[in-house]
């Protein structure tokens, strides 16, 4: 008989205490370039406000930031337990890898751009690995429309989860007893409308939910 906990991660259910954000190079010099850029920050800042409410772990990476600039000043970020410059299109480097074990990390929440490039390859990386992942259908995005749900769907295929940002929000709560639940009640409702015109979910998205 399968154990508890590989059954949940088959189900996608997610652990509170083993679970880790990652922000993908939600950077400055691709605001004008990436399809609905304004509506992927909107969910990036949620996600970090709501890392910050429940203490989940919240890594960020950036991409040659030399050239394309830090993480946008939208996104609240001080409170990241590691914070890092790469050059290599996936987020796991040495770094990051030994972050995730110093927290005994076994789920990754992912979201940032571009979809079919960083977050595909760090998705793949941290599947090889082992580790259980959660992909934000409104919360990753290319220059190229197109790919989102091309890159959605590949992750979806070799094992990834792809689910909604509000989706993980009220999974990781589970109850409404949660202490954190009133804040987070309160978070969700300062998105509502947000939520309701992501373009990122509201663009006949054909990826498998």
Do not use: W
């Amino acid at each position: 008989m399968a154990s508890v906990v590989s059954v949940a991660r088959r189900l996608g259910r997610l652990n509170p205490k083993t679970t880790v954000f990652f922000l993908c190079d939600v950077q400055e010099r691709f605001r004008t370039g990436i399809h609905a850029f304004e509506s992927l920050v909107q969910v990036a800042q949620k996600m970090s406000k709501f890392s910050q409410i429940t203490k989940t772990p919240l890594i960020v990476t950036e991409q040659y930031s030399k050239a394309l600039g830090n993480t946008v000043s939208e996104i609240p970020i001080d409170h990241a337990v590691h914070v890092e410059d790469k050059s290599k299109f996936s987020m796991l480097t040495p770094l990051v890898l030994n972050k995730l074990k110093q927290l005994n990390a076994e789920s990754v929440v992912l979201y940032g751009i571009e979809s079919h490039v960083c977050v595909l390859q760090t998705c793949l990386d941290l599947l090889a690995r082992d580790y259980d992942v959660h992909v934000l259908a409104d919360g990753v995005s290319s220059m190229n429309a197109p790919e989102i749900d091309i890159a959605l769907n590949r992750m979806a295929r070799v094992g990834a989860h792809v689910v909604s940002s509000e989706s993980v929000m009220f999974q990781m709560m589970g109850d409404s007893k949660n202490p954190d639940f009133k804040a987070v009640s309160g978070l969700v409702k300062e998105y509502q409308d947000l939520a309701r015109q992501n373009l990122l979910l509201f663009k006949n998205n054909k990826a498998q939910l």
